[in-house]
């Protein structure tokens, strides 16, 4: 079972927010979930201790700069190659535009806290579970992402922990929305990807939000043999509303081989 997840690119924190709830009752289990906007981090710290993921130190929200990351990483002597191939430039974008504005916006609950930075050295090969969603916004996102899983995840693969615990084997996640106005980002993606040796594509489903639902509800009605609709008028609502959403969102999985 997954023990060590980090997410990159949390935003507001739903996906893992999710991972952390679904890794609460895993003993030793942690979810470390990273952004590089002071305002979301907040928004992520603020969300974990909600949902009592914070305390207990099963979600921990950590500043990462991809970009600073990637030269760290250029740094360590074993990438000599990565230097060679050249530094990954900064997108020209401008997402610190929205910075102060973003933190004005979060509250002063946590005014002036300097928070803890994920490094390259002491993150290499330390998370068995590498997760991501909607990332993929600007070329240079491609590119980057690929070479944070590969650094991130790790390179063994134990079939059976020192506790008898079975594990599984270290895996990659990343979830996409397929925008007309992002084809070439997501094929830079794919490329990327498909180009290290040390990870193996093992699947790519396509669906809409509406499949998903849909197959949610089934399961959920399998499951407890009720209509999940009877007594939530506001999830029907959600459902109507996203019943005509055909949005496709593509999800690869990656092992480490």
Not at 46 to 68: C, H, I, T, Y
Not at 235 to 249: G, H
């Given at each position: ?5 980090v997410?990159?690119?949390?935003g ?9 709830c679904?890794l609460r009752d895993v003993?030793?289990?942690i979810?470390t ?10 928004a992520?710290?603020?969300g ?6 914070l305390?207990?130190?099963a ?5 990462m ?6 030269q760290q990483?250029?740094a360590l002597?074993e ?5 060679a ?6 997108p020209?974008?401008?997402y610190?535009?929205a ?10 609950e ?12 002491e993150?290499?090969?330390?998370f068995?579970?590498?997760?991501a ?23 063994t ?7 008898g615990?079975s594990?599984?084997t270290?895996?990659?996640i ?6 007309s106005?992002?084809?070439r ?17 093992v699947?790519?489903d ?6 998903d ?12 043999s ?22 496709v ?9």
């Amino acid at each position: 079972m997954f023990r060590r997840c980090v997410e990159l690119g949390s935003g507001t924190g739903l996906l893992g927010l999710a991972a952390g709830c679904a890794l609460r009752d895993v003993e030793g289990a942690i979810v470390t979930m990273t952004d590089y906007l002071p305002a979301l981090i907040q928004a992520a710290r603020k969300g974990a201790q909600s949902n009592g993921l914070l305390d207990n130190g099963a979600v921990v929200p950590m500043r990462m700069d991809w970009f600073e990351m990637a030269q760290q990483i250029a740094a360590l002597s074993e990438n000599q190659g990565l230097q060679a191939r050249g530094a990954i430039s900064l997108p020209t974008a401008n997402y610190l535009d929205a910075v102060d504005r973003d933190a004005t916006a979060a509250g002063n609950e946590w005014e002036g806290r300097v928070e803890p930075t994920l490094g390259a050295e002491e993150s290499k090969g330390a998370f068995d579970l590498v997760i991501a969603a909607d990332v993929l916004y600007e070329i240079e996102h491609c590119y980057v992402i690929a070479l944070l899983a590969n650094h991130l995840l790790a390179t063994t693969k134990p079939s059976v922990g020192w506790d008898g615990v079975s594990y599984i084997t270290p895996r990659f996640i990343l979830t996409t929305p397929l925008r007309s106005t992002h084809w070439r980002e997501v094929a830079a993606f794919e490329a990327e990807m498909a180009a290290t040796p040390t990870m193996r594509l093992v699947s790519r489903d396509d669906t809409t939000r509406a499949d998903d639902l849909n197959s949610w509800i089934s399961g959920i009605c399998d499951k407890h043999s009720v209509t999940v609709l009877e007594n939530d008028q506001n999830l029907a609502r959600a459902i109507d509303e996203d019943d005509d959403d055909l949005l496709v969102y593509r999800t690869y999985i990656y092992e480490r081989c």
